[in-house]
């Protein structure tokens, strides 16, 4: 047998382990690494991956942060690729598509301090510009949070109409839009504020309210209503 057919038997061996280990336990009887590393299996069969398990630990610098960061940055780590990048990232969504679902029609959202805590929560470690929102019945229940786009926040990436579309689908009593900056800054620009009244007269037309706007940072948020700054 030659040296590589060993080492890949070895392998081999060693993940049929930790599958077992996951079966048995769930994850609570595998380590960070690990964990990461079964996961890894099945994007890159036949390889040991342990060490790639490692690197992305340690170039991220926790389990979380690896499933938070971009497709683009995973794969350009070595070892990685596109098939590993678009695995975690699937992973990492397919968690949180199920936690949105798990709390839909369970989840209210009456006041600032409720909306800020929930989209701090859900967009921590995004680290390009995204636009969400937020649909809510006369409760103040939400119905869902939807991604609308990504990039700049503006009429040419975000269409009123998008917009419009994504509430009425909802059947929306009220909707909150929520978009992240990652200059640093959480004072909104001329063009979020221009953007904002354009839009809340869009959805005024389908009887729909814009009721806030929410400008995300890493870990805090501020509010264009309770900022005085939701003009018409």
Not at 46 to 66: I, M, Q, W, Y
Not at 140 to 161: H, Y
Not at 167 to 173: D, E, G, I, R
């Amino acid at each position: 047998m030659e040296p590589e057919e060993k080492l890949e038997i070895s392998h081999s061996g060693h993940r049929a382990r930790m599958l077992e280990s996951f079966l048995a336990a769930g994850l609570d009887g595998l380590s960070d690494v690990e964990a990461l590393e079964l996961l890894l299996g099945y994007a890159i069969p036949r390889r040991d991956v342990n060490p790639l398990a490692h690197r992305l630990l340690d170039e991220f610098g926790s389990l979380h942060r690896v499933f938070e960061v971009p497709a683009e940055k995973l794969s350009q780590v070595p070892g990685a690729g596109p098939r590993t990048a678009a695995l975690i990232r699937l992973t990492a969504e397919l968690w949180g598509r199920c936690e949105r679902s798990r709390l839909s029609g369970q989840l209210f959202l009456r006041s600032t301090a409720d909306l800020g805590r929930y989209l701090t929560a859900r967009t921590g470690g995004v680290t390009e510009e995204r636009a969400w929102l937020l649909s809510l019945d006369a409760r103040c229940r939400l119905i869902e949070c939807r991604e609308l786009c990504r990039g700049a926040l503006n009429s040419a990436n975000l269409p009123f109409r998008r917009v419009v579309e994504a509430a009425l689908l909802a059947n929306a009593t009220t909707v909150v839009l929520a978009h992240n900056h990652t200059s640093g800054t959480l004072l909104p620009s001329l063009e979020d504020l221009e953007y904002t009244r354009q839009v809340s007269r869009a959805l005024e037309l389908v009887d729909v309210a814009l009721s806030d706007h929410l400008i995300l940072g890493e870990r805090n948020y501020i509010s264009m209503k309770a900022s005085g700054m939701m003009v018409r």
